[in-house]
């Protein structure tokens, strides 16, 4: 098992920055994929970024590219997700999640999910 625990999440206005956290506990691998989703009230949860725990490979949608930057720090089992330049429709509920293969865009694709972190941007 995997247990994601986010942070990080807030109200902030439009324009402004945020860092979440992921911190990733239980049986962590090599091989697990990071990703962030996020789903506004009334829509699907929907991909914003992923990374190979080992490796460079980071992908994002494009309503985040050139905004959103993911990362990860392997020694402390955090994935980090800093967002730049904020829109008022960035607001969400933001999630984390790993699987034990490679990235996916897909949130069913994925093994374990954090509780999710509240992001609102103000205009």
């Known amino acids: 098992q995997v247990q994601l625990v986010e942070s990080g999440g807030g109200l902030v206005q439009a324009g402004g920055s945020l860092r979440l956290s992921c911190a990733a506990s239980?049986?962590?691998?090599?091989?697990?994929?990071m990703g962030w989703f996020r789903q506004a009230p009334g829509k699907e949860r929907e991909f914003v970024a992923a990374?190979?725990?080992?490796?460079?490979?980071?992908y994002y949608a494009d309503s985040g590219k050139d905004r959103f930057t993911i990362s990860r720090d392997n020694a402390k089992n955090i994935a980090y997700l800093q967002m730049n330049s904020l829109k008022p429709e960035d607001t969400a509920v933001y999630y984390c999640?790993?699987?034990?293969?490679?990235?996916?865009?897909?949130?069913?694709?994925?093994?374990?999910w954090g509780q999710g972190t509240q992001v609102t941007v103000s205009s």
């Open positions: 990374i190979r725990w080992v490796g460079r490979q980071r």
């Open positions: 239980g049986r962590t691998s090599s091989s697990y994929a």
């Open positions: 999640a790993a699987r034990n293969s490679g990235t996916s865009y897909y949130p069913q694709d994925y093994d374990y």
